[in-house]
């Protein structure tokens, strides 16, 4: 198929299910999860690659691989990611490899001539350190960023404007979509550097599977964050990619915020730790609030399904079943 032109009739995403639709990054927690959505909902020509077989850092590999299977549409959920440590010790990795990765997808979709659709997925770290709360997608650029991760920051904000470059320039229907915070299964557990709900989920399985008398949390247990179960996220950049061709970026949250404290009490409540909750309040907080202004995508259509603890119970599960026993 040769590059489609404004007149062609193209079907919707979501009526064009045996189109070939390429998910970049399938093993990580938000393309797994993608990958699931799309199965589940009937598409019958999904193309996967692993790292080992497909380096999307090296440009001359991806170009011969959109040359040679030519997809339809590209959800681009590849990224090299960590926490605040990795960030830090490693920022030429984060920034290089992220904008390499972008760089090839988006440039090797526009050269094969067939993608009809491009959604390129972000993080909420790319708003300004003291944006506004909620904060809404005009908040980018307007301020500095979190010193800790600045340097994935910047690469997935040269995402959406390299997006944007080739709307305008080319005609490129890419759209970019910016999760809040995820969590559900194929999350990392790993006990230096994962995310706060996951690191949660660990240290109370652990207290419990060992009688622990209690488990310390930094901090007071006040700062607000809001979580999102990555299952809502798939269901959403569905809806994006069936729905949406705008130029500016798309928040996605759940809409509601909980507090760290409350997450640990229903986390130790979903684990079954019988102990004592210990609060450490001489530890840093963080920021004190964090939630993304979800009312774009909302007005639009779309809304989470998921509710917190169930969410939490589903993850915990899986936790048990491939963490624990070994399995990932």
């Not at 064009?16 to 938000?30: E, I, P, S």
């Not at 090839?104 to 993608?115: I, P, T």
């Not at 491009?118 to 979190?146: H, M, N, R, T, V």
């Not at 409540?269 to 909750?277: D, I, M, T, W």
Request: glycine share 8%; net charge neutral.
């Amino acid at each position: 198929m040769g590059t489609v032109t404004a007149a062609d009739p193209l079907p919707s995403f979501l009526a064009d299910k045996d189109a070939k639709v390429f998910v970049a990054g399938h093993r990580g927690l938000v393309g797994s999860a993608i990958l699931r959505r799309l199965l589940s909902l009937g598409f019958t020509d999904v193309v996967v690659r692993t790292h080992a077989e497909l380096d999307l850092t090296r440009q001359a590999d991806v170009e011969a691989f959109f040359a040679a299977e030519k997809p339809h549409y590209v959800i681009l959920a590849a990224a090299k990611v960590g926490g605040i440590h990795a960030n830090s010790t490693f920022p030429a990795d984060f920034i290089a490899a992220n904008l390499q990765i972008q760089t090839n997808v988006v440039d090797a979709a526009l050269r094969c001539g067939s993608v009809r659709k491009l959604l390129f997925l972000g993080s909420s770290c790319i708003y300004p350190k003291f944006a506004p709360q909620p904060i809404p997608e005009d908040a980018l650029l307007s301020g500095p960023l979190e010193p800790t991760n600045e340097w994935y920051a910047v690469a997935k904000i040269a995402g959406i404007k390299m997006c944007q470059a080739y709307r305008i320039q080319h005609g490129l229907d890419a759209v970019s979509a910016m999760p809040t915070n995820l969590y559900g299964p194929q999350d990392n557990f790993h006990p230096e550097n994962s995310h706060v709900l996951p690191a949660l989920i660990r240290r109370f399985h652990e207290a419990k599977a060992s009688n622990a008398p209690e488990v310390v949390v930094w901090g007071s247990g006040s700062p607000l964050r809001e979580f999102l179960h990555v299952d809502d996220l798939a269901d959403a950049v569905i809806f994006l990619m069936d729905q949406y061709s705008g130029l500016e970026h798309v928040n996605v949250g759940s809409g509601s915020e909980v507090t760290i404290k409350e997450l640990a009490e229903l986390v130790k409540e979903v684990v079954g730790f019988q102990g004592k909750l210990v609060w450490d309040s001489s530890k840093p907080d963080g920021t004190p609030r964090k939630l993304m202004d979800n009312s774009k995508i909302q007005g639009m259509g779309w809304k989470p399904k998921i509710a917190l603890k169930e969410g939490l119970v589903e993850t915990y599960k899986w936790y048990v079943e491939n963490v624990v026993s070994g399995k990932k």
